[in-house]
């Protein structure tokens, strides 16, 4: 097995294009992780698999770059006080046991229902919880942007962090109490979706936000802990079976180290509603996605059948769609914050007193 | 005169150096592609070589990347964003006066 892996990964053809390939989805990849806290790894994988790399040694080298990526990405982060690292480490460890269960889960489906059936629950475990969480937190993004941008605690974080079950956990940075159990349930469906879809931070993050009720800029960031967490114990496990490919992992890191940080700054510059509303986009169309992916696993699994054509055809529009999510994720950060640069480099004029007297709200950005 | 000494204070020096730093660590391992990858690829205790890597890189690429954005002029453009604080209500105990009888003999 192990000869079998070096074999494949010694005949890897590391030509120029694939290496401006990796180097462009890591800088990307990395500057929606940056900002969001997650991202990138959906289209990584498939994407170093379209190049030739097998599919372990594709898992295996991606985690290796998360890693470090989310380690440089809190540190900056942590450095502008975003970062909650007790919440941050509370949730990882729940997230340790829902990606043990997540893997169970997977091993189960796969002896039962092979390979198909295994690539059936991925999809829909994407499309239900991306249309979801991603409907919601879009919504929920247009709604403050049409509010005035003005960013407020769930009702439901409201009343569970009222619910006094001891032990109760102070999080100074995250501005929240709230009782250790209630934490529990977030931790660990973020490494159930880690183990199912590879990117825990699409139940994570929205759960930080509307079930222990921190807020977005917060969430975003102390995500980046958990990911650096489970990403570090993720690659000693692959590397402890040699299937790290260093040159794919560095080539990646190359790109996504500019891009993380890029992110992090970009949260510093745009109102908090934004990251909502990037989450949001990339999460429904993800979703779209792989739901072009579901005919397939059906027609693999003999429930219906169509023509090869029809076929190759949502396997692409697939691929290409996840690379649309990444982009138009990119796209809405680099907006977002050349507006803020923009308006910024303008002279700003004196604050005007509204009809109650207070100083009227200058917009930054948008 | 502002601009001038903002320019001045950039980390140039700094990102030719970690610049130089990292081009070097990618030029080597990229050199040695063969010998890295067959000792990388051994699994057991040697998979400390390929995460002390991922970590010796992010620490010198990264580095090198923070700076070259301050070079560029890309930084933080206001306070970060920082939560506020949650707003509690404080119940405020005021002493109350009651009304006491006095006996005046």
Request: proline share 4%; hydrophobic share 50%.
């Amino acid at each position: 097995m192990e000869s079998g892996v070096q074999e494949t990964i010694k005949f890897i053809d590391l030509n120029l294009a694939a290496i401006l390939f990796l180097f462009a989805v890591g800088f990307i990849g990395g500057l929606v992780s940056g900002f969001i806290g997650s991202g990138g790894a959906f289209v990584l994988t498939p994407g170093m698999m379209s190049l030739g790399v097998p599919g372990a040694v594709a898992v295996a080298s991606n985690m290796c770059h998360k890693f470090p990526k989310a380690m440089v990405g809190a540190y900056k982060r942590y450095k502008y006080g975003q970062v909650d690292l007790k919440l941050g480490l509370v949730m990882a460890s729940s997230a340790a046991i829902g990606v043990q269960v997540g893997i169970r889960i997977q091993r189960w489906i796969l002896s039962t229902w092979g390979q198909a059936g295994s690539d059936l629950y991925v999809s829909l475990a994407f499309v239900v919880v991306l249309v979801a969480v991603g409907g919601y937190v879009f919504r929920d993004a247009r709604k403050i942007s049409k509010g005035g941008g003005e960013e407020k605690r769930s009702a439901l974080a409201e009343r569970l962090q009222r619910i006094e079950l001891p032990p109760m956990i102070q999080f100074k940075r995250a501005n929240v109490r709230i009782s250790l159990w209630l934490t529990l349930p977030v931790g660990f469906a973020t490494g159930m979706l880690a183990a199912t879809i590879a990117v825990g931070g699409f139940i994570g993050v929205p759960g930080m936000i509307y079930v222990i009720g921190a807020s977005s800029v917060v969430a975003s960031a102390t995500e980046l802990v958990i990911a650096f967490v489970m990403g570090f114990a993720g690659s000693i496990n692959w590397a402890i079976h040699g299937m790290i490919d260093i040159r794919l992992t560095l080539l990646i890191l190359a790109g996504s180290l500019f891009g993380v940080q890029l992110g992090a700054i970009g949260t510093t510059m745009v109102r908090q509603h934004v990251i909502k509303l990037v989450m949001g986009t990339i999460m429904l169309i993800v979703a779209v996605s792989r739901a072009m992916a579901i005919p397939n696993c059906l027609v693999r699994l003999n429930v219906i059948s169509l023509p090869l054509g029809t076929s190759e055809l949502l396997s692409k529009g697939s691929f290409v769609s996840m690379c649309i999510a990444l982009t138009v994720g990119a796209l809405m950060i680099l907006g977002a914050m050349w507006r803020s640069r923009v308006s910024s480099a303008k002279v700003e004029p004196l604050p005007q007193p509204s009809y109650n007297g207070a100083p009227s709200r200058m917009e930054t950005a948008s | 005169m502002m601009k001038n000494t903002e320019q001045s204070a950039r980390p140039i020096g700094k990102m030719i150096l970690f610049g130089l730093l990292s081009l070097a660590l990618y030029v080597f391992l990229f050199s040695n592609a063969d010998w890295v990858m067959r000792n990388f690829t051994r699994g057991g205790v040697y998979a400390a070589l390929p995460i002390a890597t991922a970590f010796v890189f992010s620490f010198v690429h990264g580095a090198f990347a923070s700076y070259l954005w301050s070079v560029l002029g890309i930084g933080v453009t206001r306070r970060p964003v920082v939560p506020k604080a949650r707003e509690t209500r404080r119940v405020v105990r005021r002493p109350r006066p009651r009304p006491r009888l006095r006996v005046e003999a």
